[in-house]
């Protein structure tokens, strides 16, 4: 079942971008990161928007988050960890934490506990794609694309032009 085609896809890419700048009062102070690897896709699509609509080019860092899994084991980690590249101080910023999914909560929490170990932002907000339920932690997204109510065994998959060939969302069982 597909949720956003290409041209939906883009609207909401639209929207987040300017719920991020409306939440932030302006792009001053802001810094967008992208958790890998799919929010780095996302945040490259709204960093472009943003600059579209603001004229200003924020940056943007990539965050792995790997290492800081709870529901990896060693040698997991040790073998998918890419590296976090963020060449800005994220200190007394505003972060926009940018992922394509929200699910449990396992990958925000290892998000927040990553970033504490690069600086101490002013803020951190979290805007993702879906946001799908089922959470196993107490985090939610400051704004969602899209919420859709899924049973465990449903799977959503989101798919970039840029790594995919196409835009969109997708619902299958």
């Known amino acids: 079942m597909i ?4 041209e939906e896809m883009r609207r909401t890419v639209m ?3 300017m719920e991020i700048i409306e939440k932030n009062k302006g792009a001053d102070g802001l810094v967008l990161i992208g958790i890998r690897p799919r929010g780095v896709v996302l945040a490259r699509k709204m960093q472009r928007e943003i600059e579209r609509i603001e004229g200003v080019r924020l940056p943007l860092g990539a965050l792995d988050i790997v290492r800081f899994r709870d529901d990896l084991n060693a040698g ?8 976090s590249e963020i060449d800005f101080s ?5 972060v926009a934490l940018i992922d394509d999914i929200m699910f449990t909560g ?7 506990s990553a970033l504490a170990e690069i600086g101490k932002p002013q803020t ?10 089922h959470r196993e932690l107490p ?23 840029e790594t995919d060939g196409e835009d969109s969302v997708t619902l299958t069982k």
Do not use: C, H, M, W
């Open 124 to 133: 951190i907000r979290l805007y993702t794609l879906i946001d799908r339920g």
């Open 90 to 94: 994220i200190d007394g910023k505003n």
């Open 106 to 112: 396992r990958t925000v929490r290892a998000a927040v």
């Open 139 to 161: 985090f939610r997204p400051d704004s969602a694309g899209k919420t859709i109510p899924t049973s465990s065994g449903e799977r959503v998959r989101v798919r970039f032009l």
């Open 15 to 17: 929207r987040l971008s």
């Open 3 to 6: 949720v956003l085609n290409r």
């Open 76 to 83: 997991e980690r040790e073998a998918q960890f890419a590296g």
